[in-house]
């Protein structure tokens, strides 16, 4: 790994080196002590360097202050101090370039997330990072916050995550709710619909265990709204399926109309004062130190994020 020592070494001569450390000490004694070098080769080198540059670049007298920089001396100090500047930064962003040459990252997420969002993310990060390799835990909010607080994760991707529980939003969107039909349904040409509108209807609803369900049964807990499911399942898939099959209506998070195979199926957003609307984000804990893997992978998710949505 080349360090900010071994860039200086490789990007300035020992000419340049020299003049550093005299016009740093403002003396030749100063930076022969410093460098341990004799105080005439020093001065011999600096000598070259003038001659090479065909300028002075110390106005040398006797006294304590007959060593000065001239305009030329100045000139060469403040760029050679910017160009040692932009050599650290480089020398930083190697050192993470060299960071993600491997790794694991730790992934929460919600099950909708998990399988809409990540398959693509992962396989264009691992594109440019092919040696990082992942971990996924599925889970409702809840579990995702408590698995930040305990380490067990290194970021979490869900919705509606809860404000001052310590957590650092690295990207958030605000997303809509549709009821998905099939093609052949009665409500698929809808525009939009209200929650009353699905009474009678045949629903498959996601079970309690999972975070659209509650924010279903948070805003149906006020209201005059009365709705039965015929399946409920913990699986967006086997939802998907079912709508399908022509069993019955379902409900989805996030502008899922926008993905390219949606299916034999139809979105109609759901327009209810009753219903809040829901918050997909990407958090991690705020005073957790991340791998240069996690903060990578992060801003790949974040701008998926707000991509897709």
Partial sequence: MMDNTSFSKLARSTTLRYFSEVAERGSFRGAAESLHIAAS?????????????????????????GLRLTDAGHILRIRLRSAMNELRIASEEITALQGLQRGHVIVGANDGVASRLLPKTIQNFRQLYPNITFGIKVDHTRSLVAMLKEGEIDLAVGYSFPANYGLLFKASVSLRMYIITSLEHDLATQPYIALADLSGTDLILPDSTLLLRQILDSALLNSDVRIDPVVETNSFELMRSL??????????????????????????????????????ACCTLADRNLSVAAEAFIESISSALKHSF
């Fill in 41 to 65: 080769a020093i001065n011999r080198q600096i000598t070259n360097l003038e001659a090479d540059l065909g300028v002075k670049l110390f106005e040398r007298a006797r006294g304590p202050t």
């Fill in 243 to 280: 709508v399908v099959s022509g069993v019955g209506v379902s409900f989805v998070s996030g502008q899922e109309a926008q993905i390219e195979d949606q299916g034999p199926i139809s979105f109609v957003e759901i327009k209810d004062s009753i219903l809040p609307t829901g918050l997909l």
